[in-house]
């Protein structure tokens, strides 16, 4: 573990916990998303980062095409990888596919909803609206409960504020 997932884990987890008994639950056709949160924002931040659980309970896949937002420019789905040491985030091409009978969970560290050209950073206690598209199931309104602020440091919430290239620098 290098120093950086060492500095990101405790506080990511922290807001993680902190948020789950917030959770709803909602279906639309085979799709069913759980624990549906979003990280509060720094003043002055332009990016968020959302989380959810998806489960398809159907028997053929089904692709997240689409994130809409109120309170964001755009939103799409994000991956996060350590490539190199180098902790990397990108749009996932093509959808997010969440293969029949599986759960998948975008949490801190790796998928994530992107909220971007953020007006009003998310609050604590807020609730974020979006509606995700999928393309078998359909469309379905989202509520992201806003939790804490990463454990309230600064560095953490740096990796959704500050991602500039997508690439953040290696700590010394
Ligand atoms: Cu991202």
Same mark, same amino acid.
């Given at each position: 573990?290098?120093?950086?997932?060492?500095?990101?884990?405790?506080?990511?987890?922290?807001?993680?916990?902190?948020?789950?008994?917030?959770?709803?639950?909602?279906?639309?056709?085979?799709?069913?998303?759980?624990?549906?949160?979003?990280?509060?924002?720094?003043?002055?931040?332009?990016?968020?980062?959302?989380?959810?659980?998806?489960?398809?309970?159907?028997?053929?896949?089904?692709?997240? *095409?689409?994130?809409? /937002?109120?309170? @964001?420019?755009? &939103?799409?789905?994000?991956?996060?990888?350590?490539? +190199?040491?180098? #902790?990397?985030?990108?749009?996932?091409?093509?959808?997010?596919?969440?293969?029949?009978?599986?759960?998948?969970?975008?949490?801190?560290?790796?998928?994530?909803?992107?909220?971007?050209?953020?007006?009003?950073?998310?609050?604590?206690?807020?609730?974020?609206?979006?509606?995700?598209?999928?393309?078998?199931?359909?469309?379905?309104?989202?509520?992201?409960? *806003?939790?804490?602020? /990463?454990?309230? @440091?600064?560095? &953490?919430?740096?990796?959704?504020?500050?991602?500039? +290239?997508?690439? #953040?620098?290696?700590?010394?």
């Amino acid at each position: 573990m290098n120093k950086l997932n060492i500095a990101l884990a405790g506080p990511l987890f922290a807001g993680l916990f902190s948020t789950l008994s917030m959770a709803q639950n909602v279906k639309v056709g085979d799709i069913e998303i759980d624990h549906a949160y979003a990280r509060a924002m720094v003043p002055g931040a332009k990016v968020g980062g959302g989380y959810l659980t998806l489960t398809n309970t159907g028997s053929a896949d089904d692709t997240l *095409v689409a994130i809409a /937002a109120d309170r @964001a420019k755009s &939103a799409e789905v994000h991956q996060m990888s350590v490539d +190199g040491g180098l #902790m990397k985030m990108r749009p996932v091409q093509g959808g997010l596919v969440v293969p029949a009978g599986q759960t998948i969970e975008l949490k801190p560290g790796g998928y994530h909803v992107m909220f971007m050209g953020v007006v009003q950073p998310f609050k604590q206690g807020e609730t974020v609206k979006a509606t995700l598209t999928f393309e078998k199931a359909g469309a379905i309104d989202v509520e992201f409960s *806003v939790g804490n602020i /990463a454990g309230g @440091a600064p560095g &953490a919430d740096a990796t959704h504020s500050d991602m500039g +290239g997508m690439t #953040m620098p290696k700590p010394q």
